[in-house]
């Protein structure tokens, strides 16, 4: 069967079968050799693994409590949207702030103007395109190879896959850039049936580069990689593309240049270190000391699939290698092009590579498909919703331990203690994190300093008479240490959690 691009055209097989990828005909029940009652019956599948995979989801945003990193930072972030009312200007601890571009923070503040300021709203957005995700990856399947039942292996195994779904449900960028990231895939495998689809690609992309920036331009690397790879030279200078790669980078620009006409050269310089200290490569044994990272989250995280990502990486690239199969191009490509650039750069945080999940569903359903025999595979994906209910029902009988219980607790201590100008003094276990002033500033409505080192935090107290302080147990009692005995006797205690004290002193009485 012949695929379209341009003038030209060729003829590939699919992944793990002789289907073709990328034809030009509608999906058809006849064609495919299945019935209209079995085609029926693959849709109530598709629709029941997506109810499974909303359950899976959206309950768990009832957790109580945002981490530290980076949850509470875009909350409290998105937090000052709704409350300043200026939608253009990202702000953070009443100061501006430059590093992140703002779509995931619109966001945010929409979430929190639909359902109020509070923890499951911040949650809401990452959720709900990581719902998005899932269903994508379907229909980027079907695309690819026109097989129902890889299509809903590929989903199974996004839904059922333990790292993706915790990231789902942090207030996080990770999982909306995926899915834009995702989204620009599918419109480019669309687009190589109708070129008009190619000027759509610049839709998410711009999105993914409002979302984390320049790593956005990571899936017009993949795009120009495979339009390479599989010799479709004409599409590089298709006007639909280089309309939409227009697109692409135009809608960013209207937001960072108009940051730079409202302050100057310094907002595009905090942004530009910003990304840099994340991707500077350092020297020496210092580049290559977490070069492992990826492979290492993998073996940790990636199970039960792992064996099957292994294998299915190893039939593409025999395939693309072999027979110069498009599909097995495209899925190396996505997969080569975000882990090879990730591993490179300074900070290498497992979730920094969730763009490839869905790729690497796809690779773990292809050897999926060709392990399970026909006539089982009923039988392995009712079985598979039985597990994805069992789960769902111990997700709600046994939820996770709340996070941010100390400064939920401690919050209201201290703004009753505090008047609204006042900044709280937050010191935590004495190495300068700054995890548990972004959950400060994400329950509270005052704003925060940190303390950078017990010398200065006893400084501050020394100094700062009216101040209120929120430190841990044990760096207050090394603080009291360093005081002078007037100074402890007018230490007066305000508020008690687990793990930190909330304090000031008492008027002076001379």
């Known amino acids: 069967m012949e695929i379209s691009g341009g003038a030209k055209t060729a003829s590939v097989t699919s992944p793990g079968d002789n289907s073709a990828f990328l034809?030009?005909?509608?999906?058809?029940?006849?064609?495919?050799?299945?019935?209209?009652?079995?085609f029926r019956t693959h849709g109530l599948r598709f629709l029941t693994l997506a109810l499974l995979s909303a359950l899976l989801l959206f309950p768990s945003l009832r957790r109580q409590g945002l981490a530290g990193y980076d949850d509470a930072v875009y909350a409290h972030e998105g937090k000052e949207i709704v409350r300043t009312g200026d939608w253009w200007n990202i702000r953070f601890n009443g100061?501006?702030?430059?590093?992140?571009?703002?779509?995931?923070?619109?966001l945010e503040a929409s979430s929190f103007k639909l359902f109020g300021v509070n923890d499951a709203a911040a949650k809401f957005p990452s959720a709900l395109l990581g719902f998005g995700t899932i269903l994508l990856v379907y229909f980027l399947t079907l695309e690819l190879t026109g097989l129902l039942w890889l299509s809903?292996?590929?989903?199974l195994v996004l839904a059922s896959t333990q790292f993706f779904l915790k990231n789902a449900t942090h207030a996080m960028t990770d999982v909306p850039f995926t899915f834009f990231f995702t989204l620009a895939i599918f419109l480019y495998v669309k687009g190589l049936k109708s070129e008009r689809y190619l000027a759509l690609v610049g839709l998410p992309v711009a999105l993914a580069l409002l979302t984390r920036s320049v790593?956005?331009?990571l899936a017009i690397g993949i795009i120009?990689?495979?339009?390479?790879?599989?010799?479709?030279?004409?599409?590089?200078?298709?006007?639909?593309?280089?309309?939409?790669?227009?697109?692409?980078?135009?809608?960013?620009?209207?937001?960072?240049?108009?940051?730079?006409?409202?302050?100057?050269?310094?907002?595009?310089?905090?942004?530009?270190?910003?990304?840099?200290?994340?991707?500077?490569?350092?020297?020496?044994?210092?580049?290559?000391?977490?070069?492992?990272?990826?492979?290492?989250?993998?073996?940790?995280?990636?199970?039960?699939?792992?064996?099957?990502?292994v294998a299915g990486l190893f039939i593409e690239i025999r395939?693309?290698?072999?027979?110069?199969?498009?599909?097995?191009?495209?899925?190396?490509?996505?997969?080569?092009?975000?882990?090879?650039?990730?591993?490179?750069?300074?900070?290498?945080?497992?979730?920094?590579?969730m763009p490839v999940f869905p790729?690497?569903?796809?690779?773990?359903?292809?050897?999926?498909?060709?392990?399970?025999?026909?006539?089982?595979?009923?039988?392995?994906?009712?079985?598979?919703?039985?597990?994805?209910?069992?789960?769902i029902g111990l997700t709600l009988l046994f939820p996770p331990k709340a996070r941010a219980s100390d400064m939920i607790e401690l919050v209201p201590v201290a703004e009753a203690n505090s008047s609204p100008q006042q900044r709280v003094i937050i010191?935590?276990?004495?190495?300068?994190?700054?995890?548990?002033?972004?959950?400060?500033?994400?329950?509270?409505?005052?704003?925060?300093?940190?303390?950078?080192?017990?010398s200065d935090l006893a400084a501050k107290l020394t100094r700062n008479e009216k101040s209120i302080f929120i430190v841990d147990n044990h760096s207050y009692g090394k603080l009291l240490q360093r005081a002078s005995p007037e100074t402890l006797l007018r230490v007066r205690i305000l508020g008690q959690s687990e793990n930190f004290l909330c304090f000031r002193l008492s008027p002076s009485t001379i």
């Open 23 to 38: 034809q030009g005909q509608k999906l058809d029940a006849a064609t495919k050799g299945i019935d209209k009652s079995e």
């Open 95 to 106: 100061s501006l702030n430059f590093e992140y571009p703002p779509l995931f923070l619109w």
């Open 152 to 155: 809903l292996f590929a989903m």
């Open 215 to 217: 790593i956005g331009l």
């Open 224 to 309: 120009a990689a495979h339009l390479v790879l599989t010799k479709r030279f004409k599409l590089l200078c298709s006007p639909w593309l280089i309309s939409g790669l227009g697109f692409a980078v135009a809608v960013p620009s209207v937001w960072y240049l108009s940051q730079y006409q409202l302050h100057g050269p310094a907002s595009f310089a905090s942004h530009l270190r910003f990304v840099t200290s994340k991707i500077y490569v350092g020297s020496g044994a210092a580049r290559w000391s977490s070069i492992l990272n990826y492979p290492e989250a993998l073996l940790k995280y990636y199970w039960p699939w792992l064996p099957f990502l």
């Open 319 to 353: 395939a693309m290698v072999r027979q110069r199969n498009e599909a097995a191009s495209l899925l190396i490509a996505w997969v080569f092009l975000v882990l090879v650039p990730f591993s490179l750069v300074q900070t290498r945080y497992p979730r920094y590579i």
């Open 359 to 391: 790729a690497f569903s796809i690779l773990a359903a292809i050897a999926l498909d060709r392990s399970i025999p026909t006539a089982h595979r009923k039988t392995f994906f009712n079985s598979a919703c039985v597990v994805g209910c069992l789960a």
């Open 427 to 454: 010191y935590s276990y004495e190495d300068g994190r700054s995890d548990y002033l972004n959950q400060f500033l994400w329950y509270s409505s005052r704003y925060a300093e940190l303390a950078p080192d017990l």
